[in-house]
Every structure is written in structure tokens, then in C-alpha cells.
RNA sequence: CAGGCUGGUCGGGCAGUCGCGGUCCUGCGUUGACGGGAUCGAGGAAAGUCCGCACUCCUAUAGAGCACGGCGUCGGAUAGCACCCGGGGCGGGGAAAUCCCAUCCCUCGCGGAUGGGAAAACCGCCGAUGAGGCGUGAACCUGCCGGAUAAGGGCCACAGAAACAGGUCGCUCCCUCCCCCCAUCCCCUCUCCCACCGGGAAAGGGGUGUAGGGGUGAGGGUAGUCAGAGUGAAAAGGUGGUGUAAGAGACCACCGGCGCGCGCAGUAAUGCGUGUGGCCAGGUAACCCCCGCCGGGAGCAAGGCCAAGCAGGAGCGAAUUCGUCUGUGGACGAUGGGAGGCUGCUCGUCUCCAUACGUACCGUUCCCAACCGUGGGAAUGGUCAGCUCCGGGUAGGCUGCAUCGAGCGGCGCGGCGACGCGCCGCCCAGAGAGAUGACUGCCCAGUGGCGCCUCGGCGCCAUGGACAGAAUGCGGCUUAUAGACCAGCCUGGGGU
RNA sequence: AGGCCAGUGGCUCAAUUGGCAGAGCACUCGUCUCCAAAACGAGCGGUUGUGGGUUCAAGUCCUACCUGGCCUG
């Protein structure tokens, strides 16, 4: 994921944070609203203390951008469908995604992804 | 072969596919939220932040004093360092294997577990060289380091007489008093001898007690003394003797410690030897303190630059008439005027202002009323078009900041070493919600199972790689770390 | 990045200049009660976060580490 899709800016954050809509899952959670400001999808990853030390934070992020890099197309044409604005995720890593798969997290992702509206739900192979 | 210690190196490798970040190059009928290529892309600790620097600001080549803090054996290394290197002193640790014995267990054997012990030689330490004693004695690792004579203060619980110094108990000496014993003297009784006036000897009892000797007890002393006093972590050198009224390093022999002098070795700390002196010299400075040395403070979220906006500050700053309506407070329109925007300037056009300053608004102080909100009065200060200049802090962007450095690699030389010098070669991560990842295959250590035999090798299958992620950079230290390899040293056993 | 503080029984906290680790609640047992509660009495419960050091002696002093919390911009 090229890092001009990803969401950097503090106040994009708490602005996602405060009025998005959360789903939560075991291994991650999921937080996105709809923007009117730009036509795209921006995603954001962050992984607190509670996820252990610096390798393992970093670790859960790296896992969550490749979990979440093959979906964007789907996501793409998802909104291409729907004529709709932009959107910013935000996937926040539970203490649980360290001893997890690249697989798990990704049908987790999928599994969030469909509850939030965001994947065409007909696709049943994403990626 | 088994085990130990120390030092060093590495910290999985190769290939493929997809993906991420930096730099450079490049393509275009589509200059894009586009595509392509090359190259580089975590560590020995990147960590903890315990020290020392570079660099930046305060703020100026941080210079002096005080306070505060840190450090403290010697020499060296370094840009610097308290932790680096090599010495010195004092202290601590130092497995197992081998042999023997005891007990227990079992698959009964040259078995295992636990506990205890270990000769001679050699070595180390104590002991004047010795005799003797102690030690299964190693290699090696590790902690600490100014001053408590001869600046000063504090503290040393409990116990103990006493915690550092005079005194207490005690031991002596002297004086006074009481008592006892002995000797002298006197008296009485009995026995024996000479012998018959009597004398002598011995035993027992009593009395006297002046002078004499000894002992016990009590009281006292400007007396001597610290040998002894159960305690305690610690009690003023140790052992033996001389000596004394009693004692004591008071003196003597040997030894221990400290100080001073000399000689030798060493740059020095210090060590060895020797002479001498007095034993007055308890511990604690990781208690205050004293001596010497060092330190200005803050930190890359330091700091610099940029655009916009805001808070704030300073300054400039114009003043006409006419008409209509009216509740006479004002409102509207016109004319010309002022300030500004658009522009390089003029014209033009647009916005705002205007006797507006008052029965306005915002504060402060005082008085009155009121339960409060508040209201009334007085005094006083400021504001009332707009423009210009200065101008933050935070957030944002660029930079600091990623190639020139206390840099990395190789070779050689010097040094025990930390390290230094010379030559050659190289440019080596740089983000900013934070890049180095995922999957697959093979191999390499390691582990487990199975099979084969020459009994420690081979083959197959499965499993499988720790601690941990740069954020301004660097040098030490500390902490975490599966394993692998190399070198040196030591102990024990076996073979030759 | 820098600075500061704390860690003591199951919980909340004391411990002066280094000198026998304590209190309240909780728990257990007993008294009281028909039974509980309350009250009263007794008891249990500690490697003072961990390791090393200084000292005769460490919760206290020094040092290294671990855990938790707070502050500044």
C-alpha cells in the first residue's frame, strides 16, 4: 500500500475516530466514514501499547497493510457502484494479531469489510 | 575423551513471485493520485538512558566567586569519559571428573543416587631457613580503593562496670574500730626426771594484752593500679617470663601491627630486606565534614527559514450642502468630499464613513436601594470609518538530516593491552501514523522417530532458528539473547 | 526527549538519627443469639519489588535492574 493511500494527518484521525463507525472483530478493529473531501480510499493503521513491544507493534501493522492491500480493488469498484464520496479506515491491531496468520487476518479484514458495506457482497473471492 | 574458564567471530543461506521506502536515470498521441529501469535499505545490542562528547540555543571565544552535584590506588590510552587498558593492596568465589567409605534403589553390574573423606610426591599458605601444621590448594573470575594519629562534630541499639574515658566492682597500700590466733609474761591442773628447800621438761586450761607478728570483717582516703569482671560485632597488642605491696610493655625473649630512616627492584602505587621508636592511637566518611580535581544551564520536541491567519503592540487618520418624510430622536435620496480595494499610474468602478459625540457602548472606584439577579446616582478612563507597520506560541511545509565523519574495510608496523601510525580501497539506511514484509521451494546447523550395519556413521520422515526494530550522530557501560564456529589456558582419565 | 515519585500481610497505609516490621479493614476460631449481623476476645497472615554491596546490624544508605504512576512542551 503506497503511503499517498494512507491516512497520516493527526486531525484525520481524531476526526475518523471521534464520527466514524467502529466493527469490531477478536484479531482487529475496524473504524471508517465516509468523506466528501477527496474521491478516494485512505487507510490508516495503528497498533497501541497493549499490543507488546516495538517489534510486535510494527509487526501487526506490516500484517494488517499486506492483509488489507489485495482488498482495495474490490473496495474501488465497490464504490465505483454505489457513484459514492471517498472513505478513511482505520484498522487498530488487538494484543491477539501477534500470534496470528497472514490468512486469519485477512478473512477477518473480509469479514469486517462486508459488515461495514464495503466489499461488493455477490464477490465471493476477493483479491 | 570428559569438563571448566577466558577472549574473539557469526547471529541462518540461496532462488523465485508479490509488496514498501530513499536516491538516480528515463518514457509519453494520454503530464497523470501514470509507467519503466538501476541501486541501496536495521543491530550486537538499534533497548535501558547510567556516564562522556560533538552540535544548537540561552548568550557572549562561560572568565571569577559562592552554593550544589560528581569523582578520588598508581601508570597509561583517548577528542573526552566514573565504568576502557595494564599494574598494586585488601577481601570473596573457584564445578565436575578420579579414588575410598557408608546408606538407599534396581534391570545385580567395573550400575545409579545421596552424604562423608582423601595418602605420598609436588605446589600454596602459616610458621625464625627447619621441624611441624593447614589446604582434594589450579587455570581463572570478581567486589572495593584519599583522610578516622596529626582538623572538628555526630552515632555505636540490646547486653555490659565501661563503647573510648574519667570513673564502678575488684586487687594492693595506709589510717581507725571490732574480733580471732600465735609468741612473750603470769596463774592453775596432770605426767615424767633430777631430787626432796626446790628446780627442769612436756601437755591441757585460764588471764593480761603495753609494745610485736599474722588473719578476718566494717568504715574512710586528693593513694597506687587496669592483671581480672559472665556481656558484646567490637573492651586499648599475643604467648611465656622477670618484677612488684598489688600490678601494668614497667622490663626481657619471640611474634604481629603502625610510623620514620636507609638499601634494593619498580616511572609510580607498592614489594622485599634492614635499623629505630613508642605502644598514645576501636569502628563508621556508600553520616556530616576536611583535602584535591571536575562541572554555567537546557536540549534535535535544540535551533533556523517560509506562507496564511489570530491574540497583541505602535502609528497615521477625512470632515459639505440641498431636498423629501417625520413621532424632531432620526431615516432616505442627490451633490461634492475622505479612506481603502481592483491597477505600475490615471480614468472608471466597488465598499465604508460623515457634525457623526450620544438618553451610545465597555471598564474601574465610591454612595444608595435590594434576598439574589440587578437597578439608580456621582467621579474617572477607554472605544466608536478605515489603513499602514511590527508581530507571536502551537498546528502545517522546508531544513537541521543522511557522502566526508573522533567514518568503514584490508594489509603492514609499534605496544602485554586499551590504542596509535602508514599505505590502499570504499561511500554504506534514512522515515515522519513512522519503510526492510509476506508466500513458496531447496539447502545448512539443531531436535525427535524409524531402518541398516563395521557401533558411530549412513539413509528416510517430521519438526525447526533466540533477544529484539534505527529516528541528530558518536565513544563507553548495563541489561536481554536459541545456538554455531575458532583460538588460548587449566583439571582429571585413557592410549602411545 | 527530559524530569519526578512510588513499590511493605489479601486491601489501604505507618515505621523518627540505620537498632525487635506495626495499625485498620478482610479471613479463621470463640463469647453472645433460636440463627445471623453488630459488638467483644483471641489467632492466622511478611524473602519489605529483585540482585549485589557498605555496616556489628539495612524497610531505611549506595548501586544495577523490574513494575506502575505523574509532570513539562
Same mark, same amino acid.
Given at each position: 500500500? /503506497?503511503?499517498?493511500?494512507?491516512?497520516?494527518?493527526?486531525?484525520?484521525?481524531?476526526?475518523?475516530?471521534?464520527?466514524?463507525?467502529?466493527?469490531? $472483530?477478536?484479531?482487529?478493529?475496524?473504524?471508517? /466514514?465516509?468523506?466528501?473531501? $477527496?474521491?478516494?480510499?485512505?487507510?490508516?493503521?495503528?497498533?497501541?501499547?497493549?499490543?507488546?513491544?516495538?517489534? $510486535?507493534?510494527?509487526?501487526?501493522?506490516?500484517?494488517?497493510?499486506?492483509?488489507?492491500?489485495?482488498?482495495?480493488?474490490?473496495?474501488?469498484?465497490?464504490?465505483? /457502484?454505489?457513484?459514492?464520496?471517498?472513505?478513511?479506515?482505520?484498522?487498530?491491531?488487538?494484543?491477539?494479531?501477534?500470534?496470528?496468520?497472514?490468512?486469519?487476518?485477512?478473512?477477518?479484514?473480509?469479514?469486517?469489510?462486508?459488515?461495514?458495506?464495503?466489499?461488493?457482497?455477490?464477490?465471493?473471492?476477493?483479491?
Amino acid at each position: 500500500m /503506497q503511503r499517498r493511500f494512507r491516512l497520516s494527518r493527526s486531525e484525520d484521525f481524531k476526526r475518523v475516530r471521534r464520527t466514524g463507525k467502529s466493527y469490531a $472483530h477478536p484479531l482487529v478493529v475496524l473504524v471508517a /466514514q465516509a468523506s466528501e473531501s $477527496h474521491k478516494q480510499i485512505r487507510i490508516g493503521v495503528a497498533a497501541g501499547k497493549t499490543s507488546g513491544t516495538a517489534v $510486535h507493534r510494527n509487526r501487526a501493522k506490516r500484517l494488517l497493510r499486506e492483509a488489507i492491500r489485495p482488498l482495495i480493488p474490490s473496495m474501488t469498484l465497490r464504490l465505483a /457502484q454505489d457513484n459514492t464520496s471517498g472513505w478513511d479506515l482505520i484498522l487498530i491491531a488487538r494484543p491477539a494479531l501477534a500470534g496470528a496468520t497472514l490468512t486469519d487476518t485477512r478473512s477477518a479484514l473480509t469479514n469486517l469489510l462486508k459488515r461495514a458495506n464495503l466489499l461488493p457482497a455477490v464477490d465471493e473471492s476477493p483479491g
